[in-house]
């Protein structure tokens, strides 16, 4: 667990810090205004001078016209995400057509209200959001930790070779705990937001505070079945039952990747198979992120029965790799991302070999990866 450090538990007592944008000085000044109890408020008259301000300070919220002279808002959340894509968006709009609401969100926007906004919803607006751009700033600055152990260690890995193994050893470690330690994170701060609404008798955010507590326990036990794995020093063999393979990827995509549009599954509704469903969740964390970090933004897995196996397709648009590339990558220790450990691949070709499992990749430069695993059915 990460203690804050003093300055930090003050900054959480401040206001919120909030931007408001528009060209119109009475609608500008009356949000201003509204807002002001609650928040620290700033007002823009123009996009220019609202993204100077974000390249010096940071905001929780910027509440944003879209009908504004020289750079509607359209175009300046476009800009407004290069520079800090944290900060949560309401947009507002006079027009209120669905047209521009979908601008607006598919822009990057966080929520849409029509303007004049009423008062008890621009404010809930604002306070929900704020509290939304607390979390994502949490999450990213764990992972931003996360990624630098990882490189200190790499660092510490080339500096010692003769302890190259045990080394080894201890960053495969950070590499698989580093997504699900994230989501633990994640997950723990909206079950703290979720338990203050259960205060309130609210019955509905009283079972989403259950389902999140339960995405956190799968987490856990995943990290807890990694640490055992560390402390036992990787020799004992996992313990092996008949599982559902699919079941198992479904809760990848959603207990590790936060249930990622991107990651699409298809194909068979089951693939019975004997194996250990951490192990396997180890493979498929792997190859997932492996997919996103190369810049994939579609991945199509697809399950399919052939005979006495199942065939597993996965297929990314990513960057895709050499030749010599997937071959480095497939032995270990290569690798072409900065913060990359090299172990991914590696990993899972060893997990699939425990299981009966055969592996090819087909690669290339620009046309993304496609990875096909036939594992051994069960017999019915």
């Known amino acids: 667990m990460v203690t804050d450090q003093p300055e930090t538990k003050a900054a959480v007592n401040e206001k919120p810090r909030v931007l408001v944008v528009d060209d119109e000085y009475g609608p500008r000044e ?87 906004p009423d008062v008890a919803e621009l404010v809930a607006a604002v306070r929900k959001q704020a509290d939304a751009s607390r979390l994502r700033r949490q999450q990213a600055e764990m992972v931003r930790r996360t990624e630098e152990m990882n490189r200190a260690l790499k660092s510490e890995i080339e500096q010692n070779e003769p302890h190259i193994w045990q080394g080894r050893a201890s960053v495969e470690l950070v590499h698989d705990l580093n997504n699900p330690l994230t989501v633990v994170i994640g997950y723990a701060a909206l079950l703290a937001e979720e338990a203050r ?5 609210d019955p509905g955010r009283g079972r989403k505070m259950q389902e999140y507590a339960a995405l956190v326990e799968k987490a856990a036990e995943y990290c807890h079945h990694l640490s055992e794995n560390w402390r036992q020093g990787a020799r004992k063999p996992a313990e092996y039952q008949q599982l559902d393979l699919v079941r198992v990827i479904q809760d990848v995509k959603q207990v590790i990747f936060f249930n990622n549009l991107a990651i699409r599954v298809s194909g068979s ?78 990993i899972c070709r060893h997990l699939l070999g425990a299981h009966g499992a055969s592996l090819e990749i087909e690669s290339a430069p620009g046309q993304g990866t496609t990875i096909r695993m036939v594992f051994p059915a069960v017999r019915e």
């Open 269 to 346: 509704p089951e693939a019975q198979i004997r194996g250990s469903a951490f192990e396997l969740m180890r493979i498929f964390q792997n190859l997932f992120k492996n997919a996103l970090e190369a810049g994939a933004q579609r991945l199509d897995l697809t399950v399919s029965r052939d005979g006495g196996t199942h065939l597993v397709t996965l297929k990314d648009d990513g960057a895709g790799m050499t030749a010599d590339a997937l071959k480095r990558a497939l032995r270990g220790g290569f690798t072409s991302k900065a913060t990359g450990t090299g172990l991914g691949l590696n």
């Open 30 to 116: 009356s949000i201003a205004f509204t807002l002001a109890t609650e928040f620290q408020v700033e007002t823009a008259d123009r996009a220019a001078e609202a993204l100077a301000r974000l390249k010096t300070q940071s905001y929780a919220v910027v509440v944003m016209d879209i009908r504004m002279p020289e750079m509607d808002g359209i175009r300046a959340l476009e800009e407004l995400r290069k520079i800090d894509p944290h900060v949560s968006v309401i947009m507002l709009t006079g027009y209120g057509t669905l047209h521009t609401a979908q601008q607006a969100m598919v822009g990057g926007a966080n929520q849409y209200l029509r303007k004049p």
């Open 197 to 201: 609404a259960v205060a309130a008798q």
